[in-house]
Nanobody, 126 residues
Framework: QVQLAQSGGGLVQAGGSLRLSCAASGRTFSSYAMGWFRQAPGKEREFVGGITWRGDDSYYADSVKGRFTISRDSAKNTVYLQMNNLKSEDTAVYYC???????????????????WGQGTQVTVSS
């Protein structure tokens, strides 16, 4: 079965950095599109950033553009979210997600994804 194991969350001071990991098992996702999402208490799950199925295009929400970067280690079947210059408003539970097939038409919304990680808490203190 497909499983996405997330790690790397924790507590960090504003202006600091953190790297989240999403390790997949049960299927090789090296050629798949993927997305990172986050959800704060009382708020809807929102798109953070994603990589297209081809892997040569990436997109980020305006709120994190220039601060967050997505990368992939195909040998480890793992995707990362590098978060720099963190702000208090970045505090949320972060999720990685993959679609059923390499391509998804809804890469910026949760509707486009089928497999989800368990989520990891990121707390930014000021």
């Amino acid at each position: 079965q497909v499983q996405l194991a997330q790690s790397g969350g924790g507590l960090v001071q504003a202006g600091g950095s953190l790297r989240l990991s999403c390790a997949a098992s049960g299927r090789t996702f090296s050629s798949y599109a993927m997305g990172w999402f986050r959800q704060a208490p009382g708020k809807e799950r929102e798109f953070v950033g994603g990589i297209t199925w081809r892997g040569d295009d990436s997109y980020y929400a305006d709120s994190v553009k220039g601060r967050f970067t997505i990368s992939r280690d195909s040998a480890k079947n793992t995707v990362y979210l590098q978060m720099n210059n963190l702000k208090s408003e970045d505090t949320a539970v972060y999720y990685c997600a993959f679609p059923r097939s390499p391509y998804t038409s809804y890469y910026q919304t949760a509707l486009g994804y089928h497999y989800w990680g368990q989520g990891t808490q990121v707390t930014v203190s000021s």
